[in-house]
T-cell receptor, first 115, second 111 residues
Framework: KAGVTQTPRYLIKTRGQQVTLSCSPISGHRSVSWYQQTPGQGLQFLFEYFSETQRNKGNFPGRFSGRQFSNSRSEMNVSTLELGDSALYLC??????????????FGSGTQLSVL | SQQGEEDPQALSIQEGENATMNCSYKTSINNLQWYRQNSGRGLVHLILIRSNEREKHSGRLRVTLDTSKKSSSLLITASRAADTASYFCATVSSNDYKLSFGAGTTVTVRA
């Protein structure tokens, strides 16, 4: 079974641009969550989706948004990029109930650099 | 903000030795999980321990949970070079069910 796939692996953008990151969960998994990892703030929860509905959300500004499609694939979008958005963005999937009850499977992440 | 704090921040041990790292958290939890991350890559789930459990084992890993002290420990026995990685504890809050990670412990196993 293929693991969680995140594309692209690396991305370079300039301030003010927007970016879309993609995540394909493990086949059969219906829950997808996103995390931001930076050296200063560590790993922080962005949002969680289940069956195309946002189930939970972290403390990030409205510039960060996401969605989930009917095939469970998910995208996250960051608009009006700031230098501080440079980070490794990690996606995780689980069968359905999310971290409350089950383990998460992580992708390798998208390394975003904002210049 | 991070719910968990890990101690120590870094650990260097000889192959074959045991490695112990601790995690403290602030609010009541539904469960606590430990993950491993190899340099700049995704996280790998190690163990999930629920709030009503006190100890769990998985291979060379042993996790304890003390909810009265709001702390957990991860023990890796008979360490190998392949255990070199960063280890994170993550808690699921029983208030908002969000997963919060600690800052991590970087473990280096010397051959």
């Amino acid at each position: 079974k293929a693991g969680v796939t995140q594309t692209p692996r690396y991305l370079i953008k300039t301030r003010g641009q927007q970016v879309t990151l993609s995540c394909s969960p493990i086949s059969g998994h219906r829950s997808v969550s996103w995390y931001q990892q930076t050296p200063g703030q560590g790993l922080q929860f962005l949002f969680e989706y289940f069956s195309e509905t946002q189930r939970n959300k972290g403390n990030f500004p409205g510039r960060f948004s996401g969605r989930q499609f009917s095939n469970s694939r998910s995208e996250m979008n960051v608009s009006t990029l700031e230098l501080g958005d440079s980070a490794l963005y990690l996606c995780a999937s689980s069968l359905g109930q999310g971290a409350v009850f089950e383990k998460l499977f992580f992708g390798s992440g998208t390394q975003l650099s904002v210049l | 903000s991070q719910q968990g704090e890990e101690d120590p921040q870094a650990l260097s041990i000889q192959e074959g030795e045991n490695a112990t790292m601790n995690c403290s958290y602030k609010t009541s939890i539904n469960n606590l999980q430990w993950y491993r991350q190899n340099s700049g890559r995704g996280l790998v789930h190690l163990i999930l321990i629920r709030s009503n459990e006190r100890e769990k084992h998985s291979g060379r890993l042993r996790v304890t949970l003390d909810t009265s002290k709001k702390s957990s420990s991860l023990l890796i026995t008979a360490s190998r070079a392949a255990d070199t990685a960063s280890y994170f504890c993550a808690t699921v809050s029983s208030n908002d069910y969000k997963l919060s990670f600690g800052a991590g412990t970087t473990v280096t196993v010397r051959a």
